[in-house]
DNA sequence: CTAATCAGTACTGTATTAGTTCTATTTGTG
DNA sequence: CACAAATAGAACTAATACAGTACTGATTAG
């Protein structure tokens, strides 16, 4: 099943406590305490997404993290992609793509890239504000293509 | 990244190459060299797309695997789905959901299903038939959602 | 009957993930 | 200044999941 890591999990969880204090710095320790989660993931997590220009971090003693832009302006897209690198839900996909030895003869290659974009921007398409209060308010921004049958033998949505 | 297994990639390979002849049953053999994908591979894909119901299967000399339905109506969602489970994007958000302890006091909880959707929706909207084409005609049936700024500093789709 | 082909399951080596640990650096406070 | 509180960064380990293989059994055309 397309799962995304636990990093990035963990990483929108955490990204929502920033966001339901708005602006406010907290520690690493405070999170993980808040949320249960193991101190040194999360450690190793708010730095990832401090890297990547999503957090703004404070050394020292009183330090900690805080939303480097309001969290309206923070999609899941931005918080998976800072954690588990580019999407690319396929290997031959990639920039680098020198394992794919099929690509020659493969017809679909030209398609990866489309798929790639449809799930990058359902993702893109949640904000972080979204997401940090607890009821889900607006509907899907999500026009679903009017195909004709498609019913889903196959995995439904859970 | 989020990934697709190779297990789904191969078979979305194998599912577009069905669709080009229309129909017409090949065996796993015959795929298997045609793509140069290791035949037991291509034999488990082609099994576990017929047992989802995407694909005829005959048995016996002369045998092979045809399209159960047209093309058009399969979409990228089905075979995923056939081939990795239901489309569960943590395991916070499964049926079964026995894992996660920390949904007692987890506010995101209630949006993993909404951010699964949306990707279904986005893999719905891709058929079999515009992935066996080699051009991609048609633009995204997507309508990505007029939110503000997101600038991408984390992974841009590829 | 026999060969071709699918059905199903169990197994294994490898790669990835989850999580820990350690050291260095920064910075507020007494 | 010395110290404590915090982040920065990398390296390491154990568990898990994936990719690929192997084998046995069932079905069917010729
Ligand atoms: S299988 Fe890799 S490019 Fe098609
Ligand atoms: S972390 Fe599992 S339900 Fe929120």
């Known amino acids: 099943m397309i799962r995304i890591t636990r990093e990035a999990d963990y990483g929108i969880v955490l990204m929502t406590c920033l966001a339901r204090v708005d602006g406010q710095p907290r520690s690493a320790a405070t999170l993980a305490q808040q949320r249960h989660l193991p101190l040194p993931m999360v450690g ?28 309206a302006e923070i999609s899941a897209a931005d918080i998976i992609g800072a954690l588990e690198g580019p999407l690319a839900i396929t290997e031959c996909s990639t920039d680098m793509h020198d394992g794919c030895s099929r690509q020659d003869h493969c017809e679909v290659s030209s398609h990866w890239p489309r798929i790639n974009q449809a799930i990058y921007a359902a993702l893109q398409s949640i904000s972080l504000e979204e997401m940090s209060h607890p009821d889900p308010p607006r509907p899907l921004h999500f026009h679903p293509s009017q195909r004709t049958a498609t019913a889903g033998i196959a995995g439904r949505p859970v």
């Open 44 to 71: 190793k997590i708010l730095k990832a997404l401090a890297r990547a220009g999503l957090l703004n971090s404070q050394r020292g003693a009183q330090g900690g993290y805080g939303l480097a832009r309001p969290a």
